[in-house]
């Protein structure tokens, strides 16, 4: 299985700050890097696929990028409503498997 | 736009299996991969598997043994059972749909299922 490893797993960040967070796979997987965000009781949203295009409606603060097995979702200017758990997730293979998550605090 | 609804039992006894119902609405089953997700209480996601509009199933290594899930596009629902269920199997279900390689771009509300001793 290909391990992807999220880091931190929480972060604590100010409205208006720039955040990221990164994801690490235990082997290439190419671009098929997505990114989610899960609200309390919620299911996860689709923000960002293939590991920089931004979903429809998505604002765009948020993007993604990637170099070789290091993924990065950035948030470039933190607001309330972002807060949240996100997962990144490879679809290169099955099993298709998520990172641990990242919890977003706000400070 | 695309809806799905997740449907079965909240509670279902140890040893037993669990089944569940996923109801597509506002759009076709066909062309796509229809996946099921499980989320245990206050943890990460695990890709459970999914079943390809034709019946083409995949499924995570890791309950391979337990596990079945079929299509019915007559319905417009796919189905997960999985089997011999134990506490570890408590969790929130969520089925969602993806293309080959894709990302999962609609998901359903989740459902919770408890396994009870």
């Known amino acids: 299985d290909i391990q992807m490893t999220q880091s931190p797993s929480s972060l604590s960040a100010s409205v208006g700050d720039r955040v990221t967070i990164t994801c690490r796979a235990s082997?290439?997987?190419?671009?098929?890097l997505n990114w989610y965000q899960q609200k309390p009781g919620k299911a996860p949203k689709l923000l960002i696929y293939?590991?920089?295009s931004l979903q429809s409606g998505v604002p765009s603060r948020f993007s993604g990028s990637a170099s070789g097995t290091d993924f990065t979702l950035t948030i470039s200017s933190l607001q309330p409503e972002d807060i949240a758990t996100y997962y990144c997730?490879?679809?290169?293979?099955?099993?298709?498997?998520f990172g641990q998550g990242t919890r977003l605090e706000i400070k | 736009q695309v809806q799905l609804q997740e449907s079965g039992p909240g509670l279902v006894k140890a040893s037993e299996t669990l089944s569940l119902t996923c109801t597509v609405s506002?759009?076709?089953?066909?062309?796509?991969?229809w996946s099921w997700i499980r989320q245990p209480p206050g943890k990460g996601l695990e890709w459970i598997g999914y079943?390809?509009?034709?019946?083409?199933?995949n499924y995570n290594p890791s309950l391979q043994s337990r596990v079945t899930i079929s299509a019915d596009t007559s319905k417009n629902q796919f189905s997960l059972k999985l089997s011999s269920v134990t506490a570890a199997d408590t969790a929130v279900y969520y089925c969602?749909?993806?293309?080959?390689?894709?990302?999962?771009?609609?998901w359903g509300q989740g459902t919770m299922v408890t396994v009870s001793s």
């Open positions: 969602a749909r993806s293309t080959y390689g894709g990302p999962f771009d609609v």
């Open positions: 506002g759009g076709s089953i066909s062309s796509y991969y």
């Open positions: 082997q290439s997987i190419s671009s098929y």
């Open positions: 997730q490879q679809s290169y293979i099955t099993p298709i498997t």
């Open positions: 079943v390809y509009y034709s019946g083409n199933t």
């Open positions: 293939a590991a920089s």
